[in-house]
């Protein structure tokens, strides 16, 4: 019986990774697709790979994306740490909890009020829609994300460990730097390749906080798609599912390098 039910399951899992996995692999292949539609596959070429990478102009959205995701993903992890590290160290639990429904506001509510309300301010401020305001936006609606990584790791760390730190005549600031931030090391990196995938993955807000001359992947694809399909596009969209394996396993291996180095500090001890 217990077999059974295992199969079962393994059958469904397989089933779900199908559906998600399925549409993904049909865009990668048709970008090797020697025809211009995906209709059926004439034959294999490299030629819409050549043409994304003659195709200057999506160059240079595809560096301006990836510049905006990396700054505000850092922006936002050292202001989510720091937030973090706030919230688990107020006592009062009213004031505790109100902080964490205010950090979780903008993971509720919905992209398109997110982006209007941010086009709103930017032009109530006389502040240029284009490239800071993209990257203000992304780093705001970031900033909650990292909050919730790395918050339970602050949960998980024993106050003996602080205790003791305070024992041997440790300053704030060295324990800080010796004991919390290598303990949370696993929960800041988890929010910064979140952060990342957000800012790499958002078009409604980005779509109304972009300006003329500025853009970013997603608005531009959009952009395209309304003019007919291109197999360009599959090109691209199998170079940034790569890109994002490749981000993954590095994830990975940073956090599996994390615990392995912090296990061996619990063994010296």
Same mark, same amino acid.
């Given at each position: 019986? &217990?077999?059974?039910r295992f ?10 990774f $199908?559906?998600l ?5 049909f @865009?990668?292949v !048709?970008?090797?697709n020697?025809?211009?539609? #995906? ?6 070429t @490299?030629?819409h790979?050549?043409?994304?990478f003659?195709d200057?102009?999506?160059i ?6 990836l510049?905006?995701a990396l700054? =505000?993903a ?7 740490t720091?937030?973090a590290?706030?919230?688990? +160290?107020?006592s009062?639990p009213f004031?505790k909890?109100s902080?964490?429904s205010f950090n979780? *506001? ?10 209007a309300?941010?086009l709103?301010f930017? &032009?109530?401020?006389s502040?240029?829609?284009g490239?800071t =305001?993209?990257l203000?936006s992304?780093t705001?609606?970031? *900033?909650?994300i990292v $909050?919730?990584m790395?918050l339970p /790791? @602050?949960?998980?760390?024993n106050?003996s #460990?602080?205790d003791?730190a305070a024992?041997?005549?440790?300053? +704030?600031? +060295?324990?800080l730097r010796? $004991? *919390?931030i ?6 800041i990196?988890?929010g910064f390749?979140m952060?990342l &995938?957000?800012s790499?993955?958002?078009?409604a807000v980005?779509?109304f906080?972009?300006g003329?001359g500025?853009s970013?992947l997603?608005?531009?694809? !959009?952009?395209?798609? /309304?003019q007919?399909?291109?197999?360009? *596009? ?5 170079l ?5 394996l $490749?981000?993954i396993?590095?994830? !990975?291996?940073?956090s599996? =390098?994390?615990? /392995?180095?912090l296990l061996r500090k619990?063994?010296?001890?």
């Open positions: 019986m &217990t077999q059974r199969k079962w399951s393994s059958i469904y899992l397989l089933l779900v $199908v559906i996995y399925a549409p993904i692999l @865009l990668i !048709y970008s090797f020697s025809g211009t539609t #995906m209709d059926h596959f004439d034959g294999f @490299l030629a790979y050549a043409t994304l003659a200057t102009r999506l240079a959205i595809v560096l301006q994306t510049l905006i700054l =505000s850092l922006i936002a992890t050292t202001i989510g720091l937030g590290l706030w919230i688990q +160290q107020t009062r004031f909890n902080l964490l979780n *506001i903008l993971i509720v509510s919905p992209d398109v009020i997110i982006g309300s941010f709103i930017f &032009t109530t401020l502040i240029p829609l490239f =305001s993209v203000i992304h705001a609606f970031s *900033i909650p $909050v919730l790395v /790791r @602050l949960k998980e760390l106050g #460990m602080l003791a024992d041997l005549g440790a300053t +704030q600031s +060295q324990t010796d $004991v *919390i290598p303990f949370i090391t696993p929960g990196f988890a390749f952060a &995938t957000y790499l993955d958002d078009f980005t779509f906080v972009t003329n500025f970013t997603s608005v531009e694809i !959009y952009s395209r798609a /309304r007919g399909i291109s197999l360009e *596009i599959n090109a691209l969209s199998g940034l599912f790569v890109l994002t $490749v981000l396993v590095g994830y !990975y291996i940073v599996q =390098s994390s615990q /392995r180095r619990k063994a010296r001890c």
